[in-house]
């Protein structure tokens, strides 16, 4: 049977009936790149962070390729076109000069982003004076203007898509702030009118114009003598457009390779509040965590994805079973046989819906009660008409009478209960800053719930206080080291980061990995400030007093039970791995026919991480041995 790759790898979202895949579509973004190619753009030079001269045409085809490589993870299903205007050479599908679309072949001028077409716009400076040219399209004495043009071939190639379901933006490069500033009198007037008539009919039909502008080393970029005209700044907006259009630039070169989620419904749940009142709401997930993708075995001859299959034989004939296995249960003489669904259907506890138990104080609901990320819920008028409103009154109670409800959640893998904690709307003056809502906390079981028990040496004395000095200078040295304004989202997962490297690096045939800031090192160069380190110091002498000598204390200590169980641990999987032959298993791809505890004799052998699934755990095998 013929593979289709596309729907091996689809999901509910990819689905053209489904709501996600229309909600995906309406998120959708259509970006095209305006790459100004005049010879100014190449004889313009500032250094770069490694010290070396950069043209101000490398600087934009950095900022574009670093953005196609991150947008492949992030929007994978946007799309975008690239298009150079003051060229020699034209290639456009209104056939006007000066203008050059970017494509790969047999692909259209507005498309998603691939793999091909980053590899071969990594290599448009080489072939670009060949095969492209630069030459100024804006001269006196000529008509033509390649501004013009290049606005207009932009607009149509984001014909496409409607402006209340897409995203459209054009983004434009030059370090020209005076595009007309070479022709003088009427032509002068005539064609910067056309022009900003022409970005004027854009942004009537939606689309959004950015301005990203290249300052000469000694001259800033002057946005008041056309380009204000063109993208509509006037007044604070005007002051204030070069330093953020700067950080806007490094933003591009600088952005971090991760997945982004755009708010969605994860799924519908109907809230029972008396016999015969039920309401509809929708959940958002407001964290998601973002993993690598699953291992997919493909066949080596034909590089297509394989497909597994189990099958049943008849111990006794050996015949293929058609109709799938029972189960039973033994019930005094007699086996009671249970098929697969009617064990699904004893499991259940409910269909997943939320039923109201009561209400308690806000001061009942602890902060260890919140052990996992929380689920928003909102209320829909689509299936239950008038649940807004029901919604809108129990949450303004709650809100004033300083309450949460208690909820049975059924849900068929894990029945619990929730508290649902009201939130009321936040406005400032930029707007909405907190939507009103829900929050839906899962409560935990009673064995989640770990009391702190104070173990000490000596059960005859006191459990050891810290005295007023030692207190006074840890606050101290808390001080020094506190992180102002600290958010988790502040920094990046290493692991992700390379894992995202390496693909970004198999897909492009790069020779080096791309150079990862792990940002959950220790800040050497501020835990080596004078004052950190007196207050370390400081620290360590009110604790331990001034003969103490660290390196003989680690040595002398006696290893703690777990320290034990751990290195035996260590020692047995050791000598079990050893009698595998681990490069041989994966050269052949037997790794998949060990068990997981087989696979964690060399994980616990090497120090490696032991958690996750079996994909996970080969990996990390195939990883360490360099396969």
């Known amino acids: 049977m013929e593979l289709d790759p596309d729907d091996i790898f689809k999901d509910d979202e990819d689905d053209p009936d489904s709501e996600f895949y229309q909600q995906r579509e309406s998120s959708k973004e259509f970006v095209v790149y305006l790459v100004d190619a005049s010879p100014k753009m190449f004889s313009s030079t500032c250094p770069s962070e490694d010290g070396k001269e950069e043209t101000h045409f490398q600087i934009a085809i950095s900022c574009i390729a670093q953005s196609l490589k991150t947008q492949i ?6 799309e975008v076109a690239i298009c150079f205007f003051n060229t020699r050479e034209k290639k456009n599908l209104q056939d006007l000069n000066g203008a050059f679309v970017f494509n790969v072949a047999e692909r259209e001028y507005l498309d ?9 716009f990594d290599c448009i400076e080489e072939s670009f004076t ?16 390649s501004l013009y043009n290049a606005l207009w071939i932009a607009q149509a190639l984001l014909r496409k898509g409607s402006a209340k379901t897409a995203d459209k933006r054009i983004l434009l490069f030059t370090n020209e702030d005076d595009p007309f500033g070479s022709i003088k009198g009427v032509a002068k007037a005539d064609m910067t009118r056309t022009t900003l008539q022409r970005a004027k009919d854009a942004q009537d039909l939606g689309i959004s114009i950015e301005l990203l502008p290249l300052s000469q080393p000694d001259e800033e970029f002057n946005v008041s003598l056309f380009y204000s005209d063109l993208i509509g700044l006037e007044g604070d907006e005007l002051a204030q457009f070069m330093p953020s259009a700067g950080q806007k630039l490094q933003d591009m070169k600088d952005q971090l390779r991760k997945q982004m989620f755009t708010k969605r419904i994860v799924r519908r749940i109907t809230l029972s509040i008396a016999n015969g009142l039920s309401i509809e709401l929708n959940t ?3 964290i998601r965590p973002t993993l690598p993708g699953a291992i997919t075995w493909l066949d080596s001859v034909t590089n297509r994805p394989l497909k597994t299959e189990r099958s049943f034989i008849c111990a006794d004939t050996g015949a293929l079973m058609q109709e799938p296995a029972k189960r039973y249960q033994p019930y005094k003489n007699d086996n009671i046989m249970l098929s697969v669904e009617e064990l699904s259907e004893i499991k259940r506890v409910s269909m997943g819906h939320l039923h109201l138990l009561g209400f308690k104080p806000l001061s009942c609901l602890k902060d260890y009660h919140n052990l996992r990320p929380s689920t928003f819920i909102f209320p829909s008028d689509k299936e239950v008409i008038g649940s807004t409103c029901i919604f809108i009154a129990l949450l303004r109670s709650m809100v004033n009478l300083k309450r949460f409800a208690v909820a049975f959640y059924g849900s068929s893998s894990r029945p619990q209960l929730v508290a649902l904690v009201a939130q009321d709307e936040i406005i400032s003056a930029g707007g909405q800053v907190e939507p009103p809502g829900m929050h839906m906390i899962y409560l935990p079981y009673s064995d989640d719930v770990r009391h702190v028990e104070e173990i000490h040496s000596d059960t005859n004395a006191g459990a050891p206080r810290a005295t007023d000095e030692q207190i006074k200078k840890a606050a101290a040295l808390i001080k020094h080291i506190d992180l102002k ?3 988790v989202f502040q920094f990046a997962n290493p692991g992700l980061q390379r894992h995202y490297a390496v693909l970004q690096a198999l897909a492009l045939d790069e020779d080096d990995m791309p150079e990862i800031n792990d940002e959950t090192l220790p800040d050497e160069e501020g835990m080596a400030r004078p004052g950190v380190v007196k207050a370390v110091e400081e620290f360590k002498l009110s604790v331990y007093g001034e003969n103490y000598d660290e390196e003989s204390d680690m040595g002398n200590g006696k290893a703690s039970d777990a320290s034990k169980k751990r290195k ?3 020692e047995n999987a050791a000598k079990e791995s050893a009698n595998y032959n681990w490069p041989d298993l994966a050269d052949n791809g037997q790794l998949k026919d060990l068990t997981v505890t087989e696979l964690k004799y060399y994980l616990t052998a090497h120090n490696l991480p032991v958690t996750g699934k079996k994909e996970v755990l080969i990996s990390r095998i195939l990883t ?4």
């Open 485 to 487: 304004d600290f958010s």
């Open 130 to 145: 060949k095969d492209i040219g630069s030459q100024c399209g804006i001269v006196s004495g000529s008509r033509e203007n």
């Open 112 to 120: 998603r982003p691939t793999a091909r077409l980053i590899k071969d």
């Open 624 to 627: 360490h041995l360099g396969k």
């Open 284 to 286: 958002y997930a407001l």
């Open 568 to 570: 035996t641990a260590a």
């Open 73 to 78: 993870i992030n929007r994978s299903y946007d």
